[in-house]
């Protein structure tokens, strides 16, 4: 079955950087994008960008534009979200989703939570 | 940006009765020419990752159970639960996925009476 799988929950100081990993499986990994959404803690859900499995084409929230990377290794079938220059209120669970940019995100993957903290 | 907006915030409903939301995008979300809406509807139990339930604003995800259904176009989108069950206690989104970017509602916590 279509499974995405990310890594374990971090602890990081304020100014650190966080590197969160997602490992597709049950499908052809360069026929789909991911996008990335956070969720902070008891709020909603927000989208932070999208990368293109295919060929690595990203496209950024522009809120996170200037400390977000995404990459891929199609050797691995793994997708990474890296959040630099991390603050308190970057404490959230960050999602993985699956994502064609036609249909809606499905399926996502359990969640990886970031504490930033001093 | 497409602004999402949901109503009411809060639902509390009997069991055995039905549960509506809804959804309110700033712009239309209708593509003209594929004639589909491209509004979306999770559901998120605590401590899970959100799980799609209807998609094309009306289309349920293969494994939904047929009390959930989806209805609406252009703006204004509903997600009704005709009988509700114990099980459905959630947070609910809709979520537009037609402009960039996608932007999802600020949810719709369904609780039993």
């Known amino acids: 079955q279509v499974q995405l799988v990310q890594s374990g929950a971090e602890v990081k100081k304020p100014g650190a950087s966080v590197k969160v990993s997602c490992k597709a499986s049950g499908y052809t990994f360069t026929s789909y994008g991911i996008s990335w959404v956070r969720q902070a803690p008891g709020q909603g859900l927000e989208w932070m960008g999208w990368?293109?499995?295919?060929?690595?084409?990203?496209n950024y929230a522009q809120k996170f534009r200037d400390r977000i990377s995404m990459t891929t290794d199609t050797s691995t079938s793994t997708v990474y979200m890296e959040l630099r220059s991390l603050r308190s209120d970057d404490t959230a669970v960050f999602y993985c989703?699956?994502?064609?940019?036609?249909?809606?995100?499905?399926?996502w993957g359990q969640g990886t939570l970031v504490t930033v903290s001093s | 940006d497409i602004v999402m907006t949901q109503s009411p915030d809060s639902l509390v409903v009997s069991l055995g009765e039905r549960a509506t939301i809804n959804c309110k995008s700033g712009?239309?979300?209708?593509?003209?020419?594929?004639?589909?809406?491209?509004l979306a509807w999770f559901q998120q139990k605590p401590g899970q990752p959100p799980k799609l339930l209807i998609y094309?604003?009306?289309t349920r995800e293969s494994g939904v159970p047929d009390r959930f259904s989806g209805s609406g176009s252009g703006t204004d989108f509903t997600l009704t639960i005709s009988s509700l069950q114990a099980e459905d206690v959630a947070v609910y989104y809709c979520?537009?996925?037609?402009?960039?970017?996608?932007?999802f509602g600020q949810g719709t916590r369904l609780e039993i009476k």
């Open positions: 990368i293109s499995a295919h060929n690595g084409k990203t």
């Open positions: 712009q239309s979300v209708l593509h003209s020419s594929k004639k589909k809406n491209y």
């Open positions: 094309w604003a009306s």
């Open positions: 989703a699956r994502d064609n940019q036609v249909l809606p995100f499905d399926p």
């Open positions: 979520q537009q996925y037609y402009g960039n970017p996608p932007t």
